[in-house]
């Protein structure tokens, strides 16, 4: 899942450095709603801004344990 959410990141914001030591500084507003929106639309689970925090975007490994606990919330 996170090599996954890794593609996912480098189509949608090709200019963003997804390797980068912590994600979140890398992206604007408009880079952390994308990624809310592809992750809930492609995993089927629900992201608010309440998920955008920097813990949750540190890495596409955060953003896939991310999506996990929504997937066991559900």
């Given at each position: 899942?996170?090599?996954?959410?890794?593609?996912?990141?480098?189509?949608?914001?090709?200019?963003?450095?997804?390797?980068?030591?912590?994600?979140?500084?890398?992206?604007?507003?408009?880079?952390?709603?994308?990624?809310?929106?592809?992750?809930?639309?492609?995993?089927?689970?629900?992201?608010?801004?309440?998920?955008?925090?920097?813990?949750?975007?540190?890495?596409?490994k955060t953003l896939?344990?991310?999506?996990?606990?929504?997937?066991?919330?559900?």
């Amino acid at each position: 899942m996170e090599e996954e959410i890794k593609r996912m990141i480098e189509e949608a914001l090709p200019l963003v450095d997804v390797d980068a030591e912590m994600l979140f500084s890398e992206l604007d507003s408009l880079g952390v709603t994308t990624i809310l929106m592809l992750l809930s639309e492609h995993y089927h689970i629900e992201l608010t801004a309440v998920d955008a925090t920097p813990k949750n975007f540190q890495s596409p490994k955060t953003l896939a344990a991310l999506v996990k606990r929504k997937q066991n919330e559900a």
